[in-house]
């Protein structure tokens, strides 16, 4: 089936450094790919849709010029935290849709997830 | 855009019984209905999906009817076994063809044995 890595599982950084993850889909290539965060006992929410040769395009109240998504390739999204807050501490997590997998059906892979946390 | 709301926050029952967690939307077109279950600190995990074309699908022990005229779906659990407590979300996929997901706000379900 349908795989997707993030990568790293989990970072600590500092206040004010940028902090870069990394989302791959291993077996099947993805034009687009999606980014969520979660904060603890929370939903996920969606960041924003990131799109392979193009701009991403961003939720309402996402800041673009702090979570810079480049989508450099149809089987890796990467999403990067500059000047990282500790309000920027959550669960980040990622998804790709490996097209129609039944009829109708719009399935995503979820990532297992980067957890950060900003000290 | 669209809203998805979840009930209840919290749930627990014992083992054996049944688990029925309710969910509205907003966007009369969503058309993909998907609950994902997840467990702490997991990526989530589809359990059961349903379209838009269907009252009502089942999977074992686990169902998801589907009121298009209301806007809400459930999802209901039967003969419920410990392994089954974790965080239960439903989500609606507003745009046909996009893919995009909007979550409900999530169910901590407890079995208790």
């Known amino acids: 089936g349908a795989v997707v890595s993030q990568h790293p599982s989990w970072v600590i950084c500092k206040s004010g450094t940028s902090v870069k993850i990394e989302c791959r889909s291993l077996d099947f290539q993805a034009t687009t790919m999606f980014w969520y965060r979660q904060f603890p006992k929370q939903s996920l929410m969606l960041m924003a849709t990131?799109?392979?040769?193009?701009?991403?395009?961003?939720e309402q109240g996402v800041e673009k010029d702090k979570f810079l998504i480049n989508h450099a390739s149809l089987t890796l999204s990467t999403l990067t935290v500059t000047s990282a807050h500790p309000e920027d501490s959550s669960f980040y997590i990622c998804s790709a849709p490996p097209g129609l997998t039944r009829a109708g059906v719009y399935e995503q892979y979820f990532g297992p997830g980067t957890r950060l946390t900003v000290t | 855009g669209e809203n998805v709301e979840q009930h209840p926050s919290t749930l627990s029952v014992q083992e054996g019984d049944s688990a029925v967690i309710k969910c509205t939307y907003s966007d009369s077109a969503s058309n993909y209905f998907p609950w994902y279950k997840q467990e702490l600190g997991k990526r989530p995990q589809l359990i059961i999906d349903?379209?838009?074309?269907?009252g009502e699908k089942k999977d074992q022990r686990i169902a998801v009817t589907l009121n298009k005229t209301a806007k809400h779906f459930s999802l209901h659990i039967t003969e419920t076994q410990p392994e089954d407590s974790a965080v239960y979300f439903c989500a609606a996929s507003p745009t046909s063809g996009t893919y995009k997901y909007i979550f409900g706000t999530g169910t901590r379900l407890k079995v208790l044995a």
């Open positions: 349903i379209r838009s074309n269907v």
């Open positions: 990131s799109n392979e040769g193009s701009k991403a395009t961003y």
